[in-house]
C-alpha cells in the first residue's frame, strides 16, 4: 500500500438489530459515524529515487493525514488504488452519490483542490419511506433540508485550498449542472436504486439523470457490494445490499453507457454469502453478532465485503 498507516482503530460500529436490515443500511451508508479530520504532520517525501506523479504523491499525502479512525479501513475501501483507477483528479467537477458522514468527501475536498468542485448527491426524499423502520417523520422531515445541512456539515471540512461544495438529490440538479461534471461516484449506494426500481423506477431514474449531468466522455465510478452470479436474481436484489456485477453493468448499458474496465481493487473472496446472508452481518457493522463473541469472530475473519469496481464512460 502506498499510503502510510498511522495506526490500528476498531472496525466494528454499533450494531444495529439484526431483524432490521433497513437501519443497519441507515447506519453503514446513509448515516455512517462522522469522523473530526484532525491535523496531522505529513511525512517527509520519498527518498527512494522513484518518480511519484505529483497527482499520485498528493494523494498519498492526503490519505497519510487522516485520522486513525479513518486509516483503520483503508485494507478494506481501498481509497489510493480505487479514486486513481476510476480516473479522479484534481480540479475535476465530481458528485458523490450518498456521501453519508463523508467518508470519501474528506478525502475528495482536498484532492480535488481549490480548482475542483464537489456535489454531494442524496436519495429522491420520496425514496425515503420505501426504507421503512427508521424512516420516521422525525427522519423524513430533516431529509426535506439535507442538501443545507449536510453542505453546512461539509464546510467544516474545508480548507482555504479545498474544492467548492454543491448538494443536491438525484432529481433536483440545478439546471446548469448539466453536462458539466467529469466524474460521478457511487460508493455502496447503487443497491437500494435497484432495490426500489420496482416501486417508483430509482435505478432508471438515476442513470437517466447522471448521463444528464456528466460531460461527453464523463466517469461513473461504482463500487458495490457483489453477490455471487450462482445465487437467485431474488436474493440479490439489493435487500439484502448484495447485487450481481452482471446486473450493475446490464443495468448502465442498456442507459446508454459503455463499460471501460471492471477492477478487482476491492474484491474479498473470503465473503462468499448464502442467500441466508446479509451484507450488514459483516464488519464494520457487524449487524447478526450481538453479544454472540464466535459468530462475531468468523465475520471478522471474513471482512468487509466482496465489491466489485467498475469504470464506465459517458459516450464521447
Known amino acids: 500500500m502506498k499510503y502510510l498507516m498511522l495506526g490500528a ?19 453503514e451508508e446513509a448515516a455512517e459515524t462522522v469522523v473530526e479530520t484532525v491535523e496531522v504532520a505529513a511525512p517527509e517525501p520519498a527518498t527512494s529515487g522513484i518518480t511519484v506523479a505529483p497527482k499520485e504523491r498528493q494523494l498519498e499525502l492526503i490519505l497519510a493525514a487522516q485520522p486513525e479512525e479513518v486509516q483503520a479501513r483503508y485494507d478494506a475501501r481501498n481509497p489510493y488504488e480505487t479514486l486513481l483507477f476510476l480516473g479522479i483528479e484534481p480540479g475535476m467537477n465530481v458528485a458523490e452519490i450518498l456521501p453519508g458522514g463523508g467518508w ?6 482536498p484532492y480535488l483542490g481549490e480548482k475542483g468542485t464537489l456535489h ?5 426524499i420520496e425514496m425515503w419511506p420505501l426504507f421503512g423502520g427508521f424512516a420516521t417523520e422525525e427522519f423524513l422531515e430533516a431529509r426535506k433540508t439535507w442538501a443545507e445541512t449536510w453542505s453546512a456539515q461539509a464546510e467544516e471540512w474545508r480548507s482555504p485550498a479545498s474544492a467548492s461544495l454543491n448538494a443536491f438529490t ?16 457511487m460508493v455502496r449506494a447503487y443497491h437500494h436504486f435497484n432495490r426500489f426500481e420496482d416501486q417508483g423506477g430509482y ?4 442513470l437517466e439523470e447522471i448521463m444528464t449531468l456528466l460531460k461527453p466522455g464523463g466517469i461513473v465510478g461504482v463500487v458495490q457490494h457483489r453477490a ?8 440479490a436484489n439489493g435487500d439484502n445490499g448484495y447485487v450481481k456485477q452482471s446486473e450493475v453493468i446490464a443495468d448502465f448499458e442498456a442507459a446508454g453507457f459503455e463499460l ?3 477492477s478487482e481493487i476491492n474484491a ?7 442467500e441466508e446472508d446479509m451484507v450488514w452481518r459483516l464488519p464494520p457493522t457487524l449487524g447478526t453478532s450481538g453479544e454472540d463473541e464466535e459468530l462475531r469472530a468468523q465475520m471478522m475473519e471474513i471482512g468487509e465485503t466482496d465489491r466489485m469496481t467498475l469504470k464506465f464512460r459517458k459516450p464521447a
Open 9 to 27: 482503530a476498531a472496525l466494528a460500529l454499533t450494531a444495529c438489530a439484526a431483524e432490521n436490515k433497513e437501519a443497519e443500511a441507515a447506519v
Open 268 to 274: 474479498n473472496p473470503k465473503d462468499q454469502p448464502t
Open 120 to 124: 454531494g448527491v442524496d436519495y429522491d
Open 260 to 262: 471501460v474496465e471492471a
Open 104 to 109: 470519501y468527501s474528506k478525502l475528495l475536498l
Open 203 to 206: 435505478a432508471t431514474a438515476a
Open 170 to 185: 438525484i432529481s433536483t440538479a440545478p439546471a446548469e449542472a448539466a453536462g458539466t461534471l467529469d466524474a460521478v461516484l
Open 228 to 235: 455471487p452470479e450462482g445465487n437467485s436474481d431474488e436474493w
